[in-house]
Antibody, heavy 120, light 110 residues
């Protein structure tokens, strides 16, 4: 079964760092792009960007450029989303999703989401 | 950035009725790069339609996607609403180097 499994919910204080993960299985992980999507409480989906699992090539949305970092460890089929200094406004559900085939394809497989809560 | 505007914001319908959801892009896109997703409360989104009109694996044929010749207007039609279809629907373009989602249409039970 093709799936993406994300790490569990996190609670942090403002200014702290955080890395969440997304592990793929059931397919050739290095052959696909992985995307990250933010969903703030009660709001819609926001495309954060994509990272190629084969070589870590990245595309960031301007809204998130410089605010987060994408990375990949293809040896363990895992993509990461990282913050160096969290803000309260980073409180949201974060989804990873697999790009179906080439770089310009839809997200065909989604992780279950990781809830990040930032509160003092 | 390409902006996607979905309408209406909320659609109140009864089971068995037809739902028509609209997605307009701020500039022309190739229909190959337009998709639709369904999201139910507490769940991750699910791909319904890709390439404007192709159903994803396992999606029932009551879901139909289409696009106008303008390359800016796209429609998702649910022919007869089933109870499990009440959810929020998002369109997405993946044509440019920066992808974007529409703001969503909620289909609720009337």
């Amino acid at each position: 079964e093709v799936q993406l499994v994300q790490s569990g919910a996190e609670v942090r204080k403002p200014g702290e760092s955080l890395r969440i993960s997304c592990q793929g299985s059931g397919y050739k992980f290095p052959s696909h792009w992985i995307g990250w999507v933010r969903q703030m409480p009660g709001k819609g989906l926001e495309w954060m960007g994509i990272v190629f699992s084969g070589d870590s090539d990245t595309r960031y949305s301007p809204s998130f450029q410089g605010q987060v970092t994408f990375s990949v460890d293809k040896s363990i089929s895992t993509a990461y989303l990282q913050w160096s200094s969290l803000k309260a406004s980073d409180t949201a559900m974060y989804y990873c999703a697999r790009v179906a085939a080439g770089r310009n394809d839809p997200f065909d497989i989604w992780g279950q989401g990781t809830m990040v809560t930032v509160s003092s | 950035d390409i902006v996607l505007t979905q309408s209406p914001g909320t659609l109140s319908l009864s089971p068995g009725e037809r739902a028509t959801l609209s997605c307009r892009t701020s500039q022309h896109i190739n229909s190959m790069y337009l998709g639709w997703y369904q999201q139910k409360p507490g769940q991750a989104p699910r791909l319904l339609i890709y390439g404007a009109s192709n159903r994803a694996t396992g999606i029932p044929d009551r879901f139909t996607g289409s696009g106008s010749g303008s390359g800016r207007d796209f429609t998702l039609t649910i022919s007869r609403l089933e109870p499990e279809d009440f959810a929020v629907y998002y369109c997405q373009q993946y044509s440019a180097s920066l992808w974007t989602f529409g703001q969503g249409t909620k289909v609720e039970i009337k």
